[in-house]
């Protein structure tokens, strides 16, 4: 029996769901990853280089901002899903693009914001990033933004830092988000379309990374950079005006979480059933079977909790809590299969080219951001007991 022969890792049949418009297209991006994503994704990774080249593809496939396309959050998780099960560095990619930068046009921007960069950012020709994360700011950024804004006139200059912002080192514009310190404005959250090429911005990429290499994050250095009043966000005067924004977005990470599993369960299946140790497979062997069940059912458990979570988002009825409920289970799970897959391949689970080493590490990046898996359990705390354990 070939590996063609075994059921899919989709054991319980929840691509069965969606419109067979969404199967087909699913089929057709699954297509694309396996020609111009998987045989290539360690090579990238190793360098720690991104992929211009596959831009153009990406763009050619429309699938960006799902369902502004006509198609269910669901397709929209299972399509993060199996770019991340390709790679979750082009996951990551297409995540801060699509659904943080060119949702927040859609969101946020005006009229002639929109007319004016929507088509191209849509369409990949340019490229954007989400600059929230702060060298000294994580979890409690929204508190304690220190990037300042300062209106004088038509334009603000902005002074400050940030850190970890994917698609950084090359991005065109990115949504950068400064507390207003112009006289009178007492601190409120302002947002800029800031181009990447202003004076007085400086980025600088972040090496000797372990996980997500492919990702270009960088450092964000502003000094007195001027940025037009045509280019703040006028749909934005709080953070609170992008909590939706950042709950989908964590809801697409534990989409990738998903996504993980499954590469796991791609490589050390394959890995087993191919391996021959003592004259015949060590799919054989009880051990290795029961680890790659483990990695099974966390994989399916956390595509059913999913599914779950696309339902309600499609009502609007999906909040923060269940979400970060489920970013913090499934990352963790993710956590426990990432090393099944590992131990499965054995020494050849260091290395590489093998598949498992890399999603072994990157998995380490999903665990942590968009919500730490400590700072998602205190919202749940909070929800579920009613005290807040965050001061």
Sequence with gaps: MTERDLPSADFYGVEDLLSARERAKLAEVRDFLAAEVRPYAAEWWDRAEFP???????AALEIGTPTRRGYSHLFMGLLIAELSRADVSIATFFMVHHDLFVESLHRFGSAEQRAR???DAASLRTTGAFALTEPQHGSDVARGLETTAVRHGDEWVLNGSKRWIGNGTFCDHMLLWARDETPGARGAVRGFIVDGHLPGLKRTRIEGKTALRTVQNADIE???VRVAEEDR???????????ELLRGSRALV?????GQQLAAFDVARGYAVEREQFGKPIASFQLVQDRLVKILGNAVSGA???TRIAQLEETGAADMAQVALAKAHISAAMRESVGHARAVLGGNGIVTGYGAAKVFADAEAIY????SYEVNTLIVGRRVTGVSAIH
Excluded: C, R
């Design 52 to 58: 211009f080249h596959l831009l153009p593809k990406l």
């Design 117 to 119: 960069l929507l088509d």
């Design 222 to 224: 502003l000094i007195d």
């Design 233 to 243: 966000f006028a749909g934005i005067s709080s953070f609170a005006d992008t909590n």
């Design 254 to 258: 534990a989409w990738q979480a998903v």
């Design 304 to 306: 059913t909790m999913m």
């Design 368 to 371: 942590t951001y968009e919500g």
